[in-house]
């Protein structure tokens, strides 16, 4: 079974701070996305990796970063963290020609 | 840019009865896939039916069917004896083939009445 785990499914943070999503797949994926999904909008790519120290920025790369130091493991980072980016998050991946996109449980975050 | 549009934000069927969401989409790609995602209350994202744009053949899982009108650009979803799991958010979602994330529709919300 192919597992997509994200580090926390609730998160509450503070204005300002800096923020950090982790995402983890256990089946040598080298495709990885995260999105953000909001009432009304559907999901938006944030951003995507093809493969380790690649990044790619999708729709709405305002406001965000990313890290891929190893092929599992793929960051979302908020520099600076603002109410306007409390949503909820979810990480995806995908290996090369496949047609499933497997879907980690989402976090959601609360920005105060 | 390619585009996904749901048209039904919000939608309801009575157990056991058949009901269709509907999805567009724009390309100028002849080469494409698209996907039905559920999404139920436990947030979990899960694939529901795809379909190759190559493939004139609708797909079909189970109680899940789709009518894929090429020429139109439509792909609907038609869930057939509909039961009270089926509650869910549905997206419908593109991806041009190659290495390329999905593009995802706004979404319709499915209520499931008993």
């Known amino acids: 079974d192919v597992k997509v785990t994200q580090s926390s499914r609730y998160l509450v943070k503070r204005t300002g701070e800096k923020v950090f999503l982790e995402c983890v797949q256990d089946?040598?994926?080298?495709?990885m996305f995260w999105y953000r999904q909001d009432p009304g909008l559907g999901l938006r790519l944030i951003y995507f990796?093809?493969?380790?120290?690649?990044?790619e920025k999708g729709d709405i790369p305002e406001g965000y970063s990313v890290s891929r130091e190893k092929k599992e493991r793929f960051s979302l980072i908020l520099e600076s963290a603002s109410t306007n980016q409390t949503s909820m998050y979810l990480c995806?991946?995908?290996?090369?020609?496949?047609?499933?996109?497997?879907f980690g449980p989402g976090t959601r975050l609360t920005v105060t | 840019a390619q585009t996904v549009t749901q048209s039904q934000p919000e939608m309801s069927v009575q157990e056991a009865e058949t009901v269709t969401l509907s999805c567009t989409y724009d390309?100028?790609?002849?080469?494409?896939?698209l996907f039905w995602y559920k999404q139920p209350p436990s947030r979990q994202m899960i694939l529901v039916i795809r379909?190759?744009?190559?493939?004139?053949q609708n797909a079909t899982e189970n109680r899940f069917s789709v009518n894929f009108q090429k020429a139109a650009k439509s792909f609907s979803l038609k869930i057939s004896d509909s039961q009270l799991g089926d509650a869910a958010m549905y997206f419908c979602?593109?991806?041009?083939?190659?290495?390329?994330?999905?593009?995802f529709g706004k979404g319709t919300r499915l209520s499931v009445i008993a």
């Open positions: 995806a991946s995908r290996r090369p020609g496949g047609y499933e996109q497997y």
């Open positions: 089946m040598d994926h080298e495709n």
């Open positions: 990796s093809y493969d380790v120290k690649m990044k």
């Open positions: 390309t100028s790609e002849s080469d494409y896939y």
């Open positions: 379909q190759e744009a190559y493939k004139q």
């Open positions: 979602a593109y991806r041009r083939s190659g290495n390329t994330p999905l593009v």
